[in-house]
């Protein structure tokens, strides 16, 4: 997890600060500098880590210090115990264009609701031509027309049209009972 996953170390001032004294600004420099990953992994195995410092060692406990969590950017991670998970949050084009399908879908659904159709009646789909929107429709038809029942979809403007805002796209459905 080493690649997702950054641990800092800080110090605690108000328990280091009596242990340390006069050395916590040295502390606190070299803590910036430590491989986060294996001071926190010492300090659960042992419960104690030793920071190197220029007039000697200094034995730092989990007390002793704060451990932050720094994520990679595009990644979220969760860790519990002995178990991590780093999950991409990037959006590549394809879960893009599955969202666009999903919206579609969900509009269309709903304009079946509206116009009172029985869960069964199949249906004749006509769309605006937005070109972003018209490409993912034809690239996704059959996926469209199975789960709203479609018998086709048709690229044409249809008088009562409802306008929808689809992830930034614009575009006017209709639907009919076939």
């Known amino acids: 997890m080493s690649e997702f996953i950054r641990y800092n170390l800080k ?3 108000r328990v280091l600060g009596k242990k340390v004294g006069k050395r916590m600004g040295e502390v606190k420099s070299a803590l910036e500098h430590v491989d986060g990953l294996a ?14 410092l220029a007039d000697g060692e200094v034995v ?12 990679t950017d ?17 959006l590549t084009p394809e879960l893009v264009e599955e969202g666009y ?3 579609l879908i969900s509009k269309i659904q709903v304009m079946r609701r509206e116009s009172n159709f029985e869960v ?14 018209a490409e993912v429709i034809t690239g996704n038809a059959e996926e469209i027309m199975t789960v709203t029942l479609a018998d086709e979809i048709i690229f044409e403007n249809r008088d009562g049209a409802k306008t ?3 992830n930034g796209e614009e575009i006017a459905l209709a639907v009919e009972k076939v």
């Open 60 to 71: 730092l406990t989990a007390e002793d210090v704060e451990v932050t969590i720094s994520q």
């Open 11 to 13: 110090p605690n001032f």
């Open 120 to 133: 069964t009646d199949r249906i004749k789909i006509f769309a605006s031509e937005s070109d972003k929107l």
């Open 39 to 52: 001071a926190k992994t010492e300090l659960d195995k042992t419960g104690e880590f030793k920071l190197a």
């Open 164 to 166: 929808w805002d689809i």
């Open 74 to 90: 595009g990644f979220n991670c969760q860790s519990d115990a002995d178990f991590s998970v780093a999950l991409s949050t990037v």
């Open 101 to 103: 399908v999903r919206e």
